[in-house]
């Protein structure tokens, strides 16, 4: 009976299930928390959301391509040519599947842990986090989710004020909580930026002090290979996509198992 953490499987479901024989995964009394990006650039979206929608012990957050593909899904955007998305547009289970990606949260937690796709920035505890978070969960669960889809996209605000209103409120909360890598001090984005580079006068957010006493459990920033040099903040996206690894965190023991990507002729 344990409690397994899992990085962004972007469609990766044969090395899902690879990750899930080499742990032993017992459906009837484990627990697999996802930090989002379920789908999108991989191949295999569809058998992914069947399998995670087939769980009951599960919890999971929502990523910038599990957004995305709702934008694209409720038309406010087309694909990219680097989207993978057909599978899941073109399967009879859309709606359904509509239904049940929109009632995700961004963030989840207990009373160790919290799990966010992109980040918290310092200037926010997990609480607050918590809360704007909450704001843009009613209006994805509401009745005018199509609305937010279609300005949700955008790079501004680029800071969080306690004064901001209507969808660039919405929008900054979602790219701090799904999107975000480098910032400053005082929580300003830089979104353009994503190597082991870091732009002059930004860091990684995770580099700031913070008062949290939580463990934080986050994906989306394959370039650092799972490391953040934060004991309590742990990054899980090691890559699969690209062709690296996917890896899990036991919580319970904080003991990680990770798979190599299957070699896909492309
Ligand atoms: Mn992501």
Known sequence: MSTYAIGDIQGCFDELEQ???????????DDLWFVGDLINRGPKNLETLNFV????????????????????????????????????IRSDQLPEIIEWMRHLPLIYSDANWVMVHA???????????????REVESTLSGNHFMEFFKHMYGNSPAIWDDN??????LRVITNYLTRLRYCTASGEMNLTAKDKIQPPGYSPWFSFPRRDSKQILF???????????????????TG??????????????RRFFSVSAVKRNS
């Open 19 to 29: 990750l899930l024989t080499l742990f032993n995964f017992d459906p009837t009394t």
């Open 53 to 88: 929608m087939s769980l009951e012990r599960t919890r999971v957050v929502l990523g910038n391509h599990d957004l995305h593909f709702l934008a694209v899904a409720s038309g406010a955007r087309t694909q990219s040519r680097s989207d993978t998305l057909d599978d899941l």
């Open 119 to 133: 980040g918290i920035p310092s200037i926010w505890d997990v609480e607050k986090a918590a809360t704007h978070a």
């Open 164 to 169: 901001l209103t209507s969808w660039d409120r």
């Open 219 to 237: 994906g989306h920033w394959a370039a650092i290979g799972g490391t953040t040099g934060q004991k309590n903040i742990i990054a899980l996206d």
């Open 240 to 253: 699969c996509v690209w062709g690296r690894e996917l890896t899990a965190l036991r919580l319970d023991d």
